[in-house]
């Protein structure tokens, strides 16, 4: 099977809520994502062959297949095409997982995966929202009732269950959130992340650190569900944010004059109980390490996207990776999580960390609606 190799890797900081990205149109913050991927690796637009881009919340300023509007947007060829796609939280990980599989498969030679969310301009839910208003039982439908009965299904649940499941208390939740704060401090002041990023509207940083929070900060807060463990500070913090990835075939790379970066090793995707909802990536690393042959402790870097806390505590548990490892530069407890955007975002993370430190193999994954998970491992070159 051909190679697919990554050649570019760029992103947005990450906003906060209401923060300096909040006014910038969700179709603009992802062209600018795509125009920078674009300078950044030098090759020529016309010969991308299509351009895979995660969203969420596909509704209002983020409909209409915004992956060809903010290509368009971005003053880019008409002559290439792009879509649209939702695997939940992990949309812009299984586009490259499209992209990396287009190329694998000698289909197609230069593939941008992508992903894009403005959860201050279009809030969680607003497609739910807007269906229930009219009266829709929606998104489930009788047939999923009959398997899983009248029960809520969130991922707030789904934490909690985990925390019930692996027995996670609220100390050792904070305890956790507190240490990706610090980590993603000292990233940002140490400037591990200024190569990555492609400022904009003003903003240069990720703006959801906390370098002053303290545990007993966190200890003051009301937990989300009454008796439960998680708070708004052991959750990923709402926010905006994009980025993207430039997937190459070995023919593309000699024909563009490119660099290869990384090399994609293993693509691998597992579903799980959608009750608990944040589990998969438990079973989705066990899968993607058996079929790469390689073991946890083979893998220098990893990005477990911080939904809440308890998802990578339990997959640390369960896993037995090096905690120093996992996140080691902070997660979206820290840095945030723009949805449709955090998988294109980590998978920057990575690559840039395994070349600050000279690692070789990077692991990235992300529980996803529906109780889903995508693992990517990939290897610095």
Known sequence: MAEAYIVGAVRTPVGKK??????VHPTDLAAHTLKALIDRTGVDPSAVDDVIMGCVMQFGPQSMDIARNAWLSAGLP????????DRQCGSSQQAIHFAAQGVMSGTQDLVVASGVESMSIVPMGSSITAALEKGMPFPFGDKWVER???????????AELMCEKWGLKRDELERYAYESHQ???KAVANGYFKDQIAPINGVEDDEGPRPDTTLEKMAELKTLRDGGQITAATSSQISDGSGAVLIASEQAVKDHGLTPRARVVTLTLTGDDPVYMLTAPIPATRKALKRSGLSIDDIDAIEINEAFAPVPLAWLKEIGADPAKTNPNGGAIALGHPLGGTGAILMTKLLHELERTGGRYGLQTMCEGGGQANVTIIERL
């Open 18 to 23: 209401k923060g300096g990205l909040s006014t």
């Open 183 to 185: 980590r993603a401090a």
């Open 148 to 158: 899983y009965g009248k029960q809520e299904i969130s991922q707030f649940r789904g």
């Open 78 to 85: 008409e002559t290439v095409a792009g879509v649209t796609i």
